[in-house]
């Protein structure tokens, strides 16, 4: 599994004249940028790489699994990420 650190290193060794720490400023600028926009209720979308949307529950009966007895979930949002068609493609 790929991570943060991961990333960084790829963008370093991908981005000529470029050091670690602006790969890890501009990757932190990205991950704020899409996190602002849900936040906001926006949709983010990266041609070729797919969209970020925010998905919204309801707010719903369901059982406390220990006791058995109903409970109210609250309702909550997600964010939500639907693959662009070319990486569907570049992954099958």
Known sequence: ??????IV????SSVEGLNK???SE???A???????QLVGGERVQIA????FTVSERGERQGRNPQTGEPMTIA?????RF?????????LN
């Not at 070729?48 to 969209?51: H, M, Q, R, S, V």
């Open 75 to 79: 309702a909550s949002k997600n964010a």
């Open 9 to 12: 290193d790829h963008i370093v």
């Open 30 to 36: 990205l991950i704020g940028y899409v996190s602002d």
């Open 82 to 90: 639907k693959a662009a068609k070319a990486l569907k493609d570049a």
């Open 48 to 51: 070729g790489f797919g969209t």
């Open 21 to 23: 720490k602006q790969a």
């Open 26 to 28: 501009a990757l932190e």
């Open 1 to 6: 599994m790929a991570g943060k650190a991961d």
